[in-house]
């Protein structure tokens, strides 16, 4: 299986900081990588994906890059909607597995 | 739009068999893959398995010996069985489905499912 591990498991940020989000994969999955944001209670919700394309409707302070076994997501400037737990998926091969997430709070 | 919801019991009992169903709305099930995916409390997300509209399945191995996903194409629905539970699989139990880019934009709202003598 291919391990996704994200960076910070936890991130206090403010409104209007710049905040970014590592997810590194175990083994090299080209651009094969989604992006999710989820809320307390919540279905995740589809962010990016092939790595750094956004999903209709997204806010364009999300972006996303990388390729291979490193990526980032990049939330520009930080707003109150954003505070919640963002997750990697690895869509490579089977089976598919998430990263552990990264909850971001309020300073 | 395409709309998903889960439904089944909330508890079962240990060595039991947990019992789902997703109910597709707004679309129909034909040509599509469609996944179940399950997340303990406090934890990340765990991928199950998927079935394609003609019945092929892929399972995680981690879970490959206790699941069973079916499609009932006349219903609008596919099922989730997972045998043999322990507290371990307490979690909240999503249906999703991969839109035409290949990820994973539908999702049902998730149904807690706990197991408990």
């Known amino acids: 299986d291919i391990q996704l591990t994200q960076s910070p498991s936890f991130l206090s940020a403010s409104v209007g900081d710049r905040v970014t989000i590592t997810c590194r994969a175990s083994?090299?999955?080209?651009?094969?990588l989604a992006w999710y944001q989820q809320n307390p209670g919540k279905a995740p919700k589809l962010l990016l994906y092939a790595a750094s394309t956004l999903q209709s409707g997204v806010p364009s302070r999300f972006s996303g890059s990388g390729s291979g076994a490193e990526f980032t997501l990049t939330i520009s400037s930080l707003q109150p909607e954003d505070f919640a737990t963002y997750s990697c998926?690895?869509?490579?091969?089977?089976?598919?597995?998430f990263g552990g997430g990264t909850k971001v709070e309020i300073k | 739009q395409v709309q998903l919801q889960e439904s089944g019991p909330g508890l079962v009992k240990p060595s039991e068999t947990l019992s789902l169903t997703c109910t597709v709305s707004?679309?129909?099930?034909?040509?599509?893959?469609w996944s179940w995916i399950r997340q303990p409390p406090g934890e990340g997300l765990e991928w199950i398995g998927y079935?394609?509209?003609?019945?092929?399945?892929n399972y995680n191995p981690s879970l490959k010996s206790r699941v069973t996903i079916s499609v009932d194409t006349s219903k609008n629905q596919f099922s989730l069985r997972l045998s043999s539970v322990t507290t371990a699989d307490t979690a909240v139990y999503y249906c999703a489905r991969r839109d035409d880019t290949g990820y994973y934009s539908y999702w049902g709202q998730g149904t807690l499912v706990t197991v408990s003598s």
């Open positions: 083994q090299g999955i080209g651009s094969y």
């Open positions: 998926q690895q869509l490579s091969s089977y089976p598919l597995t």
């Open positions: 079935i394609y509209s003609s019945g092929s399945v």
């Open positions: 707004g679309g129909s099930i034909n040509s599509y893959y």
